[in-house]
Structure formats: C-alpha cells, structure tokens
C-alpha cells in the first residue's frame, strides 16, 4: 500500500500557467490483477562489483520536484531492488547490463535501483526495457546513481516498450569532485511515456552530459523532464535532445538548467532539436534556466520544424524517394547519439526500432 | 587582482515619489462587496448593462482562486484596499484648468512639455479618474476619437458594449474579474479605415492616494489600414502601504492596421502591478509592444497576442530591471492562430541587489496556423548572487509546418569581447560602456526618443571593473 499515486507527476521545476497544461502529468495505476515481476535482470556474473537487494539510503540529496513522487511510489510498491556498488578505483572493462523483459508473467515492474559508484572508479550500466505486445504490461522505476569523485560513469537507458504499455522512470544523478556522468537516454516505446531526470553536480568541477533522443508515432505520448542542477563550482553540465515525431503523436519536453546560488563559474548548454514529419503532431517545449549565481554561463535553444529541404531535395534528387530520405535525415540527426549505444546488439536493435517507429507512423505494426 | 564589479544605479525615484496630500472629493470604503461595485457604478452613472457585467465580474473574482504560479501574493488583503479614489475635478482639457497639485505633478513628470513637442494627443488620469484628455484638431478632423472611458461609455456606447472586456473576460484570471468589478478610467481611442496618426498619443496613470487601487481600462481600435502609436506611462509615490494596479488594455487591430503600445511602468516599490494586455491583429494587422519593467514590489505582466488574421504579425521588445526588493514577472504570450502569422519577441533583463527577474512566455501554435514563424531570444544579465534571473518560456506547436526557435542565455559580460575592443584601442571601461549600452540598445532604440532618454537616465551605468 502507499499514499503515493501517479496523479501529477513529472512536474515543471517552476510551475507556469495552467491554462498550458504542463505543470504535471497523470498516469493512471496499473490494474491490481498484474503479475508481479519476478525476474532478475541481471544474466550474468560480473567481476569486482557488489550486487545486493538490500537497499541503503545511498543518496544524501533529497529528491527534487520532478521526480519526488515517483520515487516515494516506488519506495513503497517495488517489485524489484538491486544495489549496485562498484568499489573505489575499479574499472569495468564491459558494460554491467540489467535487461528487463516484461511479459504475461511479469507484467508489473516497479524497480528501485541504487548504483553507488565510488571514487576513481569507471564503469557503463545498461538498462533495456522491452515487453511483449500481447500482455498487459505497466512499468514504473526509480534509479539513483551516485558517482564519486573523480569516477566516470555512463548510464544507458533504453526505453523499447511494446506501443501498448506505459512507463514511468525517475532518475536521480548525484556526481560530486571531478566526477563526470554521461546518460544517455533512447524513448523509443510505450504507448504514453514518463521520464524525468534530474542530475545534481554536487561537487566542485563535476560534469555530466545528458543526451537523449525520442521518436513518437501513431496516438502514442511522451512527457520527458530533465533537470541539470549547478551546486559545487565550476561544474559543467549539457543536456542535447534530439527527437522526431509522426503520426498524431504528442510529446511534452520540460528541460530546465538550474543554477544554484554558489556554483561559480558553472557553464551549461541545452538543446532540443524536434523533427516534425505530420501535421497532426502536438510539440510541446519548456526550456527552463533558472539562475541564483551570477559568475555563470549558461543557454539553450530550441529548433522545431520539417526536415531540410535542402537535404531532402539533395537526396530525392539522387533517387531516393520521400519517406526514404526523410528516415536516412531522422537516423542523420540520431546518429551522435546512437554512435554512443553499447554494446554493439543493442546499438543495432535500436537502429532497428526507428527504422520500425518510422516504417509505422500511423498503422498498427 | 580582485575584478570590481560593475556598478548599477537604482532607478532614481525623486521625481515619482512626490506625494501629494490626499485630497480625495470621493472614495469608497476599504474592501470588495457589492455596495462598493454599486456605490462605483452609481457614481459613475453608468448604464445598467455596466453595473451587472461588474456585478458578474464580482461573482467570478469571488469563485476564482488565487494564481497557483509565479510571485507569492500573500501580501495582498483586499479588505485593505480602496478600489475608487475621485479627486473631484471632472475632465480638462486645458492643464491651467487642473488643480495647482494635480497640475504640478504632471509638469513635473514632463506631460504637458511631451504635448506640446512630440504627442498627438493626452490623457492624464489621477488615481481612478481621468483630470485631463486632449487630442489635437487634427486628429479630430481625420475622425480619430481619443477620450476618457467614461464618455466613450456615456457617447460612443454602442461600440464600447461590443468590445468591452471581450478580449480579457472576467474569467480570464482572479484580477481580471477584479478590474471587472471596479474598473474606473483609461483610454478610448477609435482610428478610423485609412487614417495615419503621424505622432503618438500618450496616456499617463498617476496613483497618489496611500492603499488606494487602479484599474483603468484602456480600449484601443485601430481600423483597416489605420496606424498609431500609443505610449502608456505610469507612476506613484512610494508609501508604506500597498498599493495595487490591475489595469485591462484591449487592443483591435483590423487588417492591414499596425498599432504599436508602448509602455513605461515605474511604479513605486509599494505597489502589486497585476496588469493584463490583450491584442487581437486581423488580417496582415501588426501590432508592436515595447514595455519597460522598472518599477513595483511586484509584476505580473504578459501582455497577449492573438494573431486570428493571416499573415498577421507581432512584436515584442522588453525590458525589465529588478532592483532590491523587487519581483519582476513579465513575459507575452502569443497565440498563432492563421496561415502565414509571425512573431518575434526580444526580452532583456538586468537584476541586482536581490532583485528577481523572471521572463515567462507561451507560444502557441495552433493546427490551423501552417507556414508560422516565430522567433524568441531572451538574454538576461545578474549583477550579484543575492539576485535571481529565470527564464521559464513554453511553446506548444501543434501543426508540422511551423518554423519555431527560441533561444536564451544568461552570464557576464564576455571577456573575449571587451579583449577584442581594447585591441582596437578603446578603453577597458569604454569598452565594457559599449557592450552593456549593446545590451539594451534593442530595446531603447524602439522607444520613442524622450522615453530613450530617460530609461538611460533610470539605469545610470558607472563601468568601473567587468559585470558579475
């Protein structure tokens, strides 16, 4: 039981108008007659890391607005929780991957997933979450990572749901001295999507780097929030979003910088370029900056529009038709941030799903 | 070597904070019921049309609830406040005709000097009543209209029923159901088909009385290929209680019409400025706001643009400069709602001395408003770390064949910048003189030219070190 619910989540940092209908988002429960998910989605051993499910309090931030009820949700309903502790100066010389597969029989996945990453150590966590389009799935999740000092950490999350399911994802960040995050984030499924991230560069020099990219299609949703937080100085911190939209999709991108008063000399950018192939899309941007330290720099921009049609002409112009070169421009915009996908199966297979999002704007696969 | 920071005057207040004694020859009671909304219309004698769209308004203010975002207004007791102040003089339209302390103080914030030089007409309103409108013969000849509301409700009422609160219902936000209720003053101005008015007019809102509230109304049409320039002022002197602006401008801008609304706010630091603007542009209409932020304890302002005819555009150029104690909300909202609309916005903000300035804004792009293009840069530069500057604009897009971009950004002045102007032999201070005249340069050069010099006179700049 909780007193939580996912009524009004994934809120705005600072709320604006209502009237705009962007300050939170409803999903509705999951039906009370789910399997719970019972897997576990780590398949293999990996050397030199600690694997528990006895969960400690890792974090020392409390959770910030955008993800604070998802994470008390799940505190109280999770289905599965891992810590992950990867000791001081470990390297990982391959990706650590937790592989979620829903189904009939696990159709209900609240995980709650802490990854403590000691100082100087190096390592690259994968998330997939797929399910099978036959069952009724529902997942919802939160994840806290902390990198240590002088630690470097990649998260790979990859969202790849079947188009009927919906999901929820909360992810906390917190890098402290010289650390650096990279997450990169793929939405890629789900028929009405959550996500929120909200990174914390606590300590002094601390970076991290968000990138993500999203491809909605047919009536599905998607509603992200990411929030860069400037504590420690001269921390640095980047959030690039690249994203496509077909069919009569909707998508909501709440990004905010938030620089805390004390974070001198932090830099941030942040840049959110949507693709737009239907005219019956909903593109919904709020790209916040929020500023309490004046020795900053910070900025973002946003770009909203069809595909060039300089490139698409160049292209049709060399024989390639119009719902070809439009996808091969898409896969162009995506493919910084694909490049960056491991391992390589998991690389390919996304490249497969947008090539299937695509292939699929309106009709049912 | 320790960089000094560069010093920013406050606003120089001397000339708005010259009260006068209160010489009210009427006010209502403090508070909000219906025997003051009736007490107001009966004064007024309005038509009985007007006394149930105030009584309605109170019932909507009464249901509605306190905004849930932006600047916390727990200060704001109504029971506190006198919504209707008359000074008693009835309309001029001869400054000599005006009491001696009315008059001085308009002499004072230079009106009747811009009259006479620049203006095609002048409207002076005294707490909730207008004392003086004027409008040159030649603009009267040419069919232009420009009075106070209460003869345009009392001569041209036919118009004013079409139009009143059409654009800003009641149920548009809590306060404007307020302004409903007890609005009091402000502007008419009709600009018939064709006409051209060569120089601005100019209303000024001057709030004397101590805990009193305004809530002039502003009605502007500017017909099918018209053109005007319309500048709104606005001051007070400071006093230790609050004082409160709610104000309504309504702005129709018919096709191939341009209007642009100039607006200077230097309300004194006691005052809650919850002012609403909303324009409707027809068919290649334009309409251009150019608004500076000074003054107020605190501000909400977005002025609103509704572009319903094709091709039609808007303009908004601000600035807002949020000094100790204030909190400065402003922003526009612009909803694209017809083929081939534009918009541009350019909003600059300077905070200081735990000054906040928060630029707000929605662009909205309907599924019917193909071939839209809209363009939003706001640049914002904080002074010291007590200060706050946040950016929280909103586009909703819902067609494919929009061309949005927005871009913001917030820091110090770039030293790479006043490197490469020192290499070309101007001097440090000069240099860093150049990039913040640079910085608000978009925005000065929009007002007219006595409001350009007096918002350089407002923020005095002494460049002494680099900004940050």
């Given amino acids: 039981m909780t007193n939580y619910s996912l009524a ?141 000092r002088n630690a470097d950490i990649r998260l790979i999350k990859t969202q790849l749901l079947s188009h009927n399911h919906k999901n929820v994802d909360a992810t906390m960040v917190n890098v402290a001295e010289k650390g650096h995050a990279n997450i990169i984030l793929a939405e890629l499924g789900g028929e009405k999507s959550v996500s929120g991230y909200s990174v914390q560069l606590l300590g002094e020099a601390a970076s991290a780097d968000l990138d993500s990219l999203y491809m909605v299609n047919r009536q599905r949703e998607l509603d992200i929030n990411y929030r860069m937080a400037y504590q420690g100085k001269s921390t640095e911190g980047h959030i690039n979003v690249k994203g496509a939209l077909l069919g009569k999709a909707k998508k909501t991108a709440k990004s905010t910088l938030d620089f805390i008063s004390g974070a001198a000399n932090a830099k941030g950018h942040e840049e959110e370029t949507v693709l737009t192939f239907s005219p019956d899309v909903i593109n919904i941007s709020a790209p916040l900056l929020l500023c309490g330290e004046d020795n900053v720099s910070g900025q973002h921009a946003t770009s909203v529009g069809r595909p060039d049609a300089d490139k698409l002409f160049y292209l049709m112009s060399r024989g390639i038709s119009k719902e070809e070169a439009e996808k091969l421009i898409a896969l162009a915009a995506f493919s910084p941030i694909i490049n960056s996908i491991e391992p390589e199966e998991l690389r390919e297979e996304m490249i497969t799903v947008l090539q299937e999002v695509m292939d699929n704007a309106e009709e049912l696969c | 070597m320790e960089l000094k920071k560069t010093v920013v005057s406050d606003v120089d207040r001397s000339i708005y904070d010259i009260a006068n004694p209160e010489k009210a020859k009427y006010k209502v009671n403090k508070g909000l019921s219906k025997e003051i909304v009736m007490a107001i219309s009966a004064e007024k004698k309005e038509p009985s049309w007007m006394l149930e769209h105030r009584l309605r308004s109170l019932e909507i203010y009464e249901k509605l609830p306190m905004p849930a975002w932006g600047p916390d207004l727990h200060m704001l007791d109504m029971e506190q406040v006198v919504t209707y102040v008359s000074p008693g003089t009835g309309m001029k339209d001869n400054w000599q005709e005006l009491p001696e302390e009315i008059k001085l103080t308009f002499d004072r914030l230079g009106i009747p000097e811009a009259e006479k030089k620049a203006l095609s007409g002048v409207g002076a309103q005294y ?191 601000g600035i807002t400069f949020a000094g100790e104690g204030q909190n ?141």
């Fill in chain 2, 328 to 468: 400065l909300d402003t922003g526009t909202k612009v909803v694209h709602a017809a083929p081939g609309t534009s918009s541009t916005v350019i909003s600059k903000s300077i905070s200081k001395s735990g000054g906040k300035a928060t630029y707000r804004s929605a662009i909205v792009v309907r599924p019917e408003a193909t071939g839209t293009k809209s363009s939003v840069t706001c640049e914002s530069l904080m002074l010291d770390s007590d200060s706050r500057s946040d950016t929280i604009p909103v586009m909703d897009i819902r067609n494919d064949e929009a061309d949005i971009g927005h871009e913001a950004r917030i820091g110090r002045i770039s030293e790479e910048a006043i490197f490469y102007l020192m290499t070309r032999g101007i001097g440090e201070s000069e240099a860093k003189a150049l990039i913040v005249r640079g910085f608000v340069e978009p925005i000065t050069k929009e007002l007219p030219l006595e409001y350009a010099v007096e918002m350089n006179r407002l923020v005095t700049l002494e460049f002494e070190g680099s900004i940050g």
């Fill in chain 2, 127 to 317: 707490d909730s009543e207008v004392v003086y409108h004027n409008v040159k013969e030649e603009m009267s000849s040419q069919g232009v209209i420009y009075t106070d509301m209460d003869t345009a409700l009392r001569e041209y009422e036919d118009i004013l029923r079409a139009h009143f609160m059409q654009l800003l219902p009641a149920s548009t936000h809590k306060f404007m159901a307020l302004h409903g209720a007890v609005w009091s003053g402000g502007s008419f101005v009709y600009v018939p088909e064709g006409v051209e008015v060569s120089m601005p007019l100019q209303s000024y809102f001057r709030l004397n009385a101590p805990g009193a509230g305004q809530f002039e109304h502003t009605l502007i049409i500017v017909e099918k290929g018209a053109k005007l320039h319309f500048i709104e002022g606005c001051s007070a002197p400071r006093y230790n209680v609050l004082n409160l602006h709610a104000g309504g401008v309504e702005l129709f801008v018919k096709e191939n019409a341009t209007l642009r609304y100039s607006t200077i706010e230097n309300w004194s630091r006691n005052m809650l400025n919850l002012n609403s603007k909303r324009a409707v542009v027809d068919k290649n209409g334009a309409i251009e706001w150019v608004s500076g932020t000074f003054g107020s304890q605190i501000t909400m302002l977005y002025p609103m643009s509704i572009l319903k005819g094709e091709g039609a555009r808007s303009e908004f150029t």
């Fill in chain 1, 8 to 148: 009004e989540i994934n809120k705005l940092q600072v709320p604006t108008w209502r009237a705009l209908k962007i300050n939170g988002i409803s999903i509705g429960e999951p039906a009370a007659d789910m399997t719970v998910y019972a897997k576990n989605p780590i398949e293999k051993n990996y050397r030199g890391i600690e694997i528990s499910r006895d969960m400690v309090e890792g974090t020392t931030e409390a959770a910030p607005l955008a993800i604070r009820d998802v994470k008390n949700y799940v505190k109280d309903l999770h289905s599965t929780r891992l810590h992950i502790r990867i000791p001081e100066g470990h390297v990982m010389d391959e990706p650590i991957i937790l592989n979620f597969k829903l189904d009939r029989d696990n159709a209900l996945l609240i995980d709650d997933i802490l990854i403590s990453a000691a100082d100087e150590s190096k390592a690259t966590i994968v998330f997939r979450y797929t399910s099978e389009e036959d069952a009724d799935c529902f997942r919802c999740g939160f994840t806290a990572l902390e990198v240590g």
